[in-house]
T-cell receptor, first 115, second 113 residues
């Protein structure tokens, strides 16, 4: 799986949009971009994923650049409860067998939402 | 909502004890996973299973075994607990195919003394 690079930490004012970047310059054409977050002392929580197109759900938006080498997770109106570590992960699609099921977590970005 | 339930939130065990960590999911997912999480090391995959009675080693299987006798249940076994197995253990499940996210349990914080 392609490696991802994220800033170790970011701050965001409460009520503002939080934009979390991720570089995945070695991503291949059949790899998805996934985002998870982990609030302190809890298990990681799935946020969103995408392949080529931008995606939006009730939690966030995912913007993937045209060359797919980077992406941005957007939390449109950050709240204090969004303070967490955010993980960007790339994962193979369309590959069968046990090896395709792994998610490899990096160190993520620690987002602090400031009142 | 998909639910992944881990049997214990906190456990304290003695060195040399056999330890069972249980995980149950209620969404008929084919795949189940065990990770451990340590400060500075992030989440590391121990074992996973993509079907009943099937298992695959992850990145750090040494000192652990697993059992999956039923689709909904995936157990992690520490045959002889050691202090370096003190950690947060996280179970996850997912449907088959790369277009599905993982659902994680709340974790079990195991302390081996």
């Amino acid at each position: 799986d392609a490696k991802t690079t994220q800033p170790p930490s970011m701050d965001c004012a409460e009520g503002r949009a939080a934009n979390l970047p991720c570089n995945h310059s070695t991503i291949s054409g059949n790899e998805y971009v996934y985002w998870y977050r982990q609030i302190h002392s809890q298990g990681p929580q799935y946020i969103i994923h995408g392949l080529k197109n931008n995606e939006t759900n009730e939690m966030a938006s995912l913007i993937i650049t045209e060359d797919r080498k980077s992406s941005t997770l957007i939390l449109p109106h950050a709240t204090l409860r969004d303070t967490a570590v955010y993980y960007c992960i790339v994962r193979l699609a369309g590959v069968s067998g046990a090896g395709s099921y792994q998610l490899t977590f990096g160190k993520g970005t620690k987002l602090s939402v400031i009142p | 909502d998909v639910k992944v339930t881990q049997s214990s939130r906190y456990l304290v065990k003695r060195t040399g004890e056999k330890v069972f960590l249980e995980c149950v999911q209620d969404m008929d997912h084919e795949n189940m996973f065990w990770y451990r999480q340590d400060p500075g090391l992030g989440l590391r995959l121990i074992y996973f299973s993509y079907d009943v009675k099937m298992k695959e080693k992850g990145d750090i299987p040494e000192g652990y075994s697993v059992s999956r006798e039923k689709k909904e249940r995936f157990s992690l076994i520490l045959e002889s607990a050691s202090t370096n197995q003190t950690s947060m253990y996280l179970c996850a499940s997912s449907a088959s195919g790369a277009n599905y996210g993982y659902t994680f349990g709340s974790g079990t914080r195991l302390t081996v003394v």
